[in-house]
């Protein structure tokens, strides 16, 4: 399922216009970024939680001349399903 299409079922599904879904995605995928991007975590009950990781630096390796490099320390972003969400899609 891409936006357009999510746009499309929460419209349905809520019963207003595809322009109001569209503002309301936009504005939850808005907040969220904002929210993890200062570090603090985002927990949807049944859903799921937005988070960020760290990633340590490590050495790899240039696949094409197989030079070694240093790969730099990075936050990440995690998301972890919560049980209700699992349970639906593992049943």
């Known amino acids: 399922m891409n936006k357009q299409e999510l746009v499309d079922a929460i419209a349905l599904a809520v019963g207003t ?10 504005a939850f995928v ?6 993890v ?6 927990q949807l009950v049944g859903f799921g939680t937005f988070s960020t990781g760290q990633r340590a630096a490590r050495t790899g ?6 030079e070694t490099i240093q790969i730099a320390a990075a936050k990440t ?9 699992k349970d639906s899609v593992n049943s």
């Not at 216009?17 to 936009?26: H, P, R």
């Open 61 to 66: 390796r240039n696949p094409r001349t197989g």
């Open 37 to 42: 991007a200062e570090g603090d975590g985002v």
């Open 17 to 26: 216009s595809k322009a109001a879904a569209g503002e309301t995605i936009d």
């Open 77 to 85: 972003v995690k998301f972890t399903a919560g049980k209700a969400f």
């Open 30 to 35: 808005a907040v969220v970024t904002r929210a």
